[in-house]
T-cell receptor
Framework: QQQVKQSPQSLIVQKGGIPIINCAYENTAFDYFPWYQQFPGKGPALLIAIRPDVSEKKEGRFTISFNKSAKQFSLHIMDSQPGDSATYFCAASAETSGSRLTFGEGTQLTVNP | DSGVTQTPKHLITATGQRVTLRCSPRSGDLSVYWYQQSLDQGLQFLIQYYNGEERAKGNILERFSAQQFPDLHSELNLSSLELGDSALYFC????????????FGNGTRLTVT
C-alpha cells in the first residue's frame, strides 16, 4: 500500500501558536519522509526531512517528530507567523522505489496576525 | 528559486488538442519527475526519467507521454485532451534516482476548455 494519509485538511492558528500536522503511512519500506511547503502559484518547496533512524529533527522553527512503531510522523511549527500561511504536504519514499515521492493530501495552514 | 524551470506557466487549450510541457532540471540533476496536481487528487506521480531513460511510471494515462533529452531537459506530451486533464503539472529534479531530495519547478497550469 503506497498511501500517505495527512490531517487535518485545514488549520487556522493565531500568530505565535504551534500548528501540528500529522501524517500516517502503511508501507513499511518507506525510509525517507520530507515535508514540503507550497505557496499559491508556486511549486512545492522542500522544508525539512527525516529518516527513520531518528525520532526528531529540528530546523529553525520547524520540527519533525517520527514514530516508527506507529508509522506516523508530524510537523510542528514553533512561533508561527502569518508568512507561514501556506499548504503543507507530507511525503514518503522508499529506497526500493528511488526518489519518487508519495504525497499526503495537503494541509492548508492559515496563521492569523 | 529551486533552479527547476518549467514552461509555459499557463496553457489554455480545447478538448481533443495536444500540448507539450517543458522542464529544465537543476544544474547537475540527472533525474526528472513529472507530477500532476489537481484539487481532488493532490500531487500524483506520473513518470520518472534518469539520464535519458525511463525509470518508473505512476498514474500516467496512455494519452500522455514523456521523454528526457540528451541535454537532460524533459517534455511531457498530453494528447486528446479532456476537461479532466485540467490541472497543475509539476516537474521536479534530483541528483540521482536513489533517495535524493526532489526540487520542484513552479508548474504549468493547464486549462482544457
Amino acid at each position: 500500500q503506497q498511501q500517505v494519509k495527512q490531517s487535518p485538511q485545514s488549520l487556522i492558528v493565531q500568530k505565535g501558536g504551534i500548528p501540528i500536522i500529522n501524517c500516517a503511512y502503511e508501507n513499511t519500506a518507506f525510509d525517507y519522509f520530507p515535508w514540503y511547503q507550497q505557496f499559491p502559484g508556486k511549486g512545492p518547496a522542500l522544508l525539512i526531512a527525516i529518516r527513520p533512524d531518528v525520532s526528531e529533527k529540528k530546523e529553525g522553527r520547524f520540527t519533525i517528530s517520527f514514530n516508527k512503531s506507529a508509522k506516523q510522523f508530524s510537523l510542528h511549527i514553533m512561533d508561527s507567523q502569518p508568512g507561514d500561511s501556506a499548504t503543507y504536504f507530507c511525503a514518503a519514499s522508499a529506497e526500493t522505489s528511488g526518489s519518487r515521492l508519495t504525497f499526503g493530501e495537503g494541509t492548508q495552514l492559515t496563521v492569523n496576525p | 528559486d529551486s533552479g527547476v524551470t518549467q514552461t509555459p506557466k499557463h496553457l489554455i487549450t480545447a478538448t481533443g488538442q495536444r500540448v507539450t510541457l517543458r522542464c529544465s532540471p537543476r544544474s547537475g540533476d540527472l533525474s526528472v519527475y513529472w507530477y500532476q496536481q489537481s484539487l481532488d487528487q493532490g500531487l500524483q506521480f506520473l513518470i520518472q526519467y534518469y539520464n535519458g531513460e525511463e525509470r518508473a511510471k505512476g498514474n500516467i494515462l496512455e494519452r500522455f507521454s514523456a521523454q528526457q533529452f540528451p541535454d537532460l531537459h524533459s517534455e511531457l506530451n498530453l494528447s486528446s485532451l479532456e476537461l479532466g486533464d485540467s490541472a497543475l503539472y509539476f516537474c521536479a529534479s534530483s541528483v540521482n534516482p536513489e533517495n535524493s531530495p526532489l526540487h520542484f519547478g513552479n508548474g504549468t497550469r493547464l486549462t482544457v476548455t
